[in-house]
């Protein structure tokens, strides 16, 4: 059996610590934390038992680099470590433009696949099996999905700094899973997106349609405008069934209005487990052992930041239907697609 591999952090905010309580609990040592503010880095170091380092000296003699930075800094970040001998995980969105996000795909064919886009909910029991029973209800004809719930307390998401809003750091979740109904159910990829967003410097609610390869539309509505209490959920129906499944604020699954049991958690902190953060990284360490390319690969994230770009090339053109990929300028940030001069 190998060693277990070793993790540093690209940051040390909120989601960071997820990855870093998923690597405590699957035995990968966190040995080195970085940050933007030397007061969090030595906070989170401490937590850990790991050095404090500055991002130049990343990976820190770390196997795994995971990248939890702005998006601005994606690119840079990821690229510094894997230069330098280490796989890098990267938080969503990929990247700032869809040029980064290019380079990005370059950099891992280069690397023998050792980037892993973070969508932890691609790697959720609950998402698992919510794909598997919806691609047993026959055709289906309806799929809506909506993340709502209030502004996050941490983070800049709401500056134009950050590249996007709701659409392009939440929308990402909702999206990705849409993505992989569609492929699971034969309706094909997303070829066509219309959306509607509002907010004054950034996006905060956004609505949106995708259309897919054999029509079939589904309905993403992803939102900061929602109360304290979060409404994550996900539906998928046909005229022999109905799949809904709820993340938050309580995990549940039905279908055809009949509770599905879900795996029981193991792990000290359930959510970790439940919402794909341990089988995530479990699976790209077992990826990186057997030099396959990881399930959430960086294509994977380039294929929703053109979703995503394309619903900002809608909005600012009153909601119709644009294709996907959109053409957009791919040196430009998803929010100046909807928001610039």
């Known amino acids: 059996m190998s060693e277990p591999k070793s993790i540093a952090l690209c940051g040390a905010g909120m989601i960071s610590g997820a990855h870093a309580m998923a690597a405590q609990i699957l035995g990968m040592?966190?040995?080195?934390?970085?940050?933007?503010s030397q007061e969090k880095s030595t906070e989170r170091a401490n937590q850990l038992k790991a050095k404090s380092v500055e991002y130049s000296q990343l990976p820190g003699g770390a196997d795994i680099v995971v990248?939890?930075?702005p998006p601005a800094q994606h690119f840079d970040h990821a690229v510094y470590s894997l230069q330098r001998g280490a796989a890098v995980i990267i938080e969503k969105p990929l990247a700032y433009t869809l040029n980064e996000a290019d380079r990005l795909v370059s950099h891992a064919e280069q690397n023998a696949q050792k980037i892993l886009y973070a969508e932890n909910?691609?790697?959720a029991p609950i998402v698992h099996a919510f794909i598997k029973r919806a691609a047993s209800i026959g055709s289906v004809t309806h799929m809506s999905f909506r993340?709502?719930?209030s502004l996050p307390a941490w983070g800049d998401f709401?500056?134009?700094?950050?590249?996007?809003?709701?659409?392009?750091?939440?929308?990402v979740h909702p999206i990705a899973i849409a993505v992989l109904v569609g492929r699971a159910i034969g309706a094909g990829e997303v070829v066509a997106v219309s959306a509607k967003l509002e907010g004054e410097?950034?996006?905060t609610h956004a609505e949106i349609e995708l259309t897919f390869t054999n029509g079939l539309?589904?309905?993403?509505v992803s939102s900061w405008q929602g109360s304290e209490t979060p409404e994550w959920n996900l539906q998928v129906a046909s005229d022999q069934g109905v799949v809904r499944a709820e993340l938050m604020p309580n995990l549940n699954l039905e279908h055809?209005?009949?509770?599905?049991?879900?795996?029981?958690?193991?792990?000290?902190i359930p959510f970790i487990q439940q919402f794909g953060y341990t089988g995530q990284l479990q699976a790209f360490a077992e990826d990186l052992a057997n030099h396959t390319t990881p399930f959430m690969d960086v294509e994977f994230g380039r294929w929703l930041m053109e979703i995503v770009c394309a619903g900002y090339v809608s909005a600012r053109q009153n909601s119709t239907d644009v294709v996907v990929p959109s053409g957009c300028n791919r040196f430009t940030a998803p929010l100046q697609l909807w928001k610039s001069a």
């Open 29 to 36: 040592p966190v040995v080195a934390v970085a940050s933007r």
């Open 201 to 203: 410097i950034t996006d």
């Open 158 to 171: 709401t500056t134009a700094e950050w590249g996007g809003g709701a659409l392009f750091d939440l929308g």
């Open 147 to 149: 993340t709502v719930q």
């Open 67 to 69: 990248v939890a930075t």
């Open 217 to 220: 539309k589904a309905s993403v």
């Open 121 to 123: 909910l691609a790697y």
């Open 256 to 268: 055809n209005g009949e509770e599905v049991a879900l795996p029981t958690p193991t792990a000290p």
